[in-house]
């Protein structure tokens, strides 16, 4: 099969932004505390990375507030007190607490994976019948971007099996292409109709851990996304109105969050270096 990821390498710009989001993750994996202490940047890594994907999905909560109600063991509770918003953010904090468990069926069955993912999102916020299921024909959806008409689930279910069909082919471009492609993707289809944005980041996680970038998943690309939040939003609409100048802005602003996230795990490991 055509490797169709490969030629998005040489759009204007990719291969420098990619090259310097791959300095930035190997400058991480070299720190010193990675040696022994590995799991805990890993585990801080997920809460970092849960709270901004749930901020940039409209509930922002200061990272220490979210610590100290999680280590309370009660529910999350937001400054705004939105009930719903604190779902939200439990929601992306079981999802990144839990993708090291959806990484195997990643690797097979990207379908099944991405189901997985919906249901950690959404457990306790959708009828439990549309967890993990497509958007059928005449559903509403959540457009918190402001992407514009999402496909129809006749379209969005030829282009998630296009996706898994890439993602099952062997490719030449490096992981933060391919992150790239498959998070413009989930955000462009809306193939839930709800929470595909804390989807479409763990997924781009996901492919980043699988595809050996960051193997132990100890960078935090959701707080570089976040930290560019008014690109974020902007690029994403680039992509999904095609071209290969939208591709490109694309793929260069999740470069940036990469790198961004990268400095946010070296963060982590200063900190637990003080500690």
């Not at 991480?28 to 970092?48: G, K, M, N, P």
């Not at 990484?103 to 950690?120: F, N």
Request: with cysteine; glycine share 10%; aromatic share 2%.
């Amino acid at each position: 099969m055509t490797d169709r990821l490969a030629p998005l390498v040489d759009l204007p710009g990719v291969a420098d932004s990619v090259a310097r989001a791959r300095t930035a993750v190997d400058g991480l994996l070299s720190h010193r505390v990675l040696r022994r202490r590995s799991a805990e940047v890993t585990a801080e890594s997920a809460l970092r990375g849960a709270r901004a994907s749930a901020e940039l999905e409209g509930a922002g909560i200061e990272l220490e507030r979210l610590r100290g109600q999680l280590l309370a063991g009660g529910t999350v509770t937001l400054p705004s007190k939105d009930e719903r918003g604190g779902k939200v953010v439990e929601g992306a904090v079981r999802l990144h607490a839990d993708l090291g468990s959806v990484l195997g069926s990643w690797k097979h069955s990207p379908h099944q994976a991405l189901a997985r993912l919906h249901v950690l999102a959404a457990g306790e916020l959708i009828d439990a019948e549309a967890l993990g299921r497509p958007r059928p024909n005449g559903a509403s959806y959540e457009d918190p971007l402001e992407l514009g008409p999402a496909p129809e689930p006749i379209e969005v279910a030829a282009r998630l099996d296009g996706l898994s069909r890439v993602l099952m082919t062997a490719t030449t471009a490096p992981a933060v292409v391919v992150a790239a492609v498959v998070h413009g993707e989930l955000l462009a289809l809306r193939a839930f109709g709800s929470f595909d944005g804390l989807v479409a980041r763990a997924a781009a996680r996901l492919v980043l851990i699988d595809r050996g970038l960051d193997p132990k998943a100890v960078s935090a690309p959701e707080v570089g996304h976040a930290e560019l939040h008014h690109d974020y939003a902007d690029a994403a609409r680039d992509y999904v109105s095609g071209g290969s100048a939208g591709v490109a802005r694309w793929i260069d602003h999740c470069a940036c969050a990469v790198a961004l996230g990268a400095r946010e795990g070296t963060a982590v490991c200063e900190a637990i270096q003080r500690s």
